[in-house]
């Protein structure tokens, strides 16, 4: 099992940076891939980012590409942390958002953490 717990949230204005983190503890070696997920007011929750647990590769919503950035800190092979770096954030970059984990291609993203709140105001 793997245990996520997301931090960094906050309300900032449009045009403004951050950067979220996720601690990852528990098995995180049998993790195939990990990713950021975020639900706005209203709204499903839509994927936004994901790296491979190796970090050789990694996918954007198209919404994101361009301003967000994933990258993971995998020391001695596991993936102990994750950040999402975000840029140029607007307004509708309001949202939840969600690390989440899951242990081969094919499977769903089973491991979810609490979600931190993010607030863009214009």
């Known amino acids: 099992q793997v245990l996520l717990v997301e931090s960094g949230g906050g309300l900032v204005q449009a045009g403004d940076s951050l950067r979220l983190s996720c601690a990852a503890s528990?098995?995180?070696?049998?993790?195939?891939?990990m990713g950021w997920f975020r639900q706005a007011p209203g709204k499903e929750r839509e994927f936004v980012a994901g790296?491979?647990?190796?970090?050789?590769?990694?996918?954007?919503?198209d919404s994101v590409q361009g301003r967000f950035t994933i990258s993971r800190d995998n020391a001695k092979g596991l993936m102990n942390s994750m950040y999402l770096r975000m840029n140029s954030l607007k307004p509708e970059d309001t949202a939840v958002y969600y690390c989440a984990a899951k242990l081969t291609r094919a499977s769903d993203w089973s491991s979810w953490g609490p979600g931190t709140q993010v607030t863009v105001s214009s």
């Open positions: 790296m491979l647990r190796s970090g050789s590769a990694a996918w954007y919503a």
């Open positions: 528990g098995r995180t070696d049998t993790t195939y891939a």
